[in-house]
């Protein structure tokens, strides 16, 4: 192990969209820092400042750019919403398609101006918080230190998995999972009520752009009548060429209305479907929509479940010979700043203080921190968490055939709910 006093100064930043118990993970490795006699930072607003960095004509400035911590900064705080040093989506790493091109100065130029920020703070550590994109960062920022001279200044880097979409490599749950699928059940009991009180039917499209844990979750915990999540597509759900039939996918829940109709003489439900249906949606759907900084549709501006209830209102009158009424609603944002629950501050809490753990006591470079168990720490090494060839990490999808598949499945057939 290193010598621990070689960390004396850490930068926290946070990048991507907000999940609940930001704070209690921020606030934790911060105080962590701050107790045994270091400094913490806060860098403000993720990577949008340090992608613009210049030591001459757009220097860092304090308060500004980013904070120093004090302990009273950081007491206190770890049941608040939102994000205390703020977000964004900026991507240091645009353009980098694999090894080779972190060799490439051009494709490189915004990682060394994160690099050259940083280490004109004087830090000698990066907290990284973020989703897959920024543990993809991460690893940029780790394998661009690689190649520095041997006389160049670097900082360690150790990150900490955020998404409240839940589908992580290398960690059982994130923090901020089971608020949001707590919140947006709550939102969609309340659409169930409505529904039985006016004879209608909900197609709620949740976040989760990749898998179905969030939409799962939603659906089990809010008792709707079917999910359908990106695992479910290969049963029967693509055409020929890859892409969404929505003619399927209406049929799929027509079958279910009409069951509850005809067997059940109910005359309402929900369906809940995962965002990331929406991605494979024919291209002509797509063409117009824009993408972020890091290459991804803009889901929330398609609208899924409006587009899907006119499938399943057009498959309901051609099979049945009436109209039957069906009302989209989209969650997601609203449960990102939900008032955090007690396992979400819990996990939250000890990631931070794992932060400290895996820099410190443990002297760890390029490592993503995790929790398995009973909140037991564990740290796994980056290269364990990306494709070796892209530099892309894996997405950890649900398991079809596993006991949470079979359970959503179960919870779904019970058509007398």
């Not at 059940?185 to 309340?190: G, Q, V």
């Not at 209608?200 to 799962?216: D, H, N």
């Not at 824009?290 to 398609?302: F, N, V």
């Not at 944002?333 to 400290?356: I, K, T």
Request: glycine share 10%.
């Amino acid at each position: 192990m290193t010598d621990p006093m070689t960390i004396r100064r850490v930068a926290i930043l946070f990048s991507g969209g907000p999940a609940p118990a930001a704070n209690a993970v921020i606030s934790s490795a911060a105080v962590s820092f701050i107790d045994s006699g270091r400094q913490a930072l806060g860098i403000l607003g993720g990577y949008s400042n340090l992608v613009l960095y210049d030591a001459e004509a757009r220097p860092l400035m304090r308060d500004l750019h980013y904070r120093t911590f004090t302990e009273r900064d950081v007491t206190g705080m770890r049941n608040d919403r939102g994000v205390v040093i703020g977000t964004a989506r900026d991507n240091p790493g645009k353009g980098i398609r694999g090894p080779k091109d972190l060799d490439d100065p051009v494709k490189t130029a915004r990682l060394r101006k994160v690099w050259a920020g940083l280490t004109d703070l004087g830090v000698d550590a990066l907290v990284s918080i973020g989703g897959d994109d920024t543990l993809k960062t991460a690893n940029f920022l780790y394998e661009f230190q690689q190649r520095l001279p041997k006389e160049a200044r670097r900082f360690k880097i150790v990150h900490l998995p955020k998404t409240i979409d839940n589908d992580y490599r290398g960690i059982d749950f994130t923090f901020g999972f089971f608020t949001a699928v707590d919140f947006m059940a709550k939102e969609l009991l309340n659409l169930r009520a409505d529904a039985m009180a006016t004879r209608t039917w909900f197609i709620v499209e949740t976040m989760g752009r990749k898998a179905g844990w969030l939409s799962y979750g939603v659906a089990v915990a809010g008792e709707a009548n079917l999910v359908v999540g990106v695992e479910d597509l290969e049963d029967g759900l693509l055409t020929e060429d890859g892409t969404l039939d929505l003619d399927a996918l209406a049929d799929k829940i027509v079958d279910h209305i009409v069951v509850r109709e005809t067997r059940d003489r109910k005359q309402y439900g929900t369906v809940v479907l995962a965002e990331g249906l929406a991605e494979y949606l024919p291209p002509e759907m797509l063409k117009d929509v824009g993408r972020d900084e890091h290459g991804h549709i803009s889901l929330g501006k398609l609208d899924l479940g409006y587009i899907v209830k006119g499938a399943v209102e057009a498959r309901y009158l051609a099979r049945i010979g009436r109209e039957r009424k069906i009302k989209p609603v989209q969650l997601g944002y609203e449960s990102r700043c939900a008032q955090p629950h007690a396992f979400d501050v819990l996990l939250g809490s000890q990631l931070g203080v794992g932060a400290y753990r895996a820099l410190v006591e443990e002297g760890l470079d390029g490592h993503m921190v995790s929790c398995s168990g009973q909140l037991d720490l564990e740290y796994v090494p980056f290269k364990d968490l990306v494709d070796p060839e892209t530099l892309v990490t894996g997405v950890r999808l649900i398991e079809r055939g596993s006991d949470f598949h079979r359970l959503a499945r179960f919870m779904e057939t019970r058509m007398d709910l």
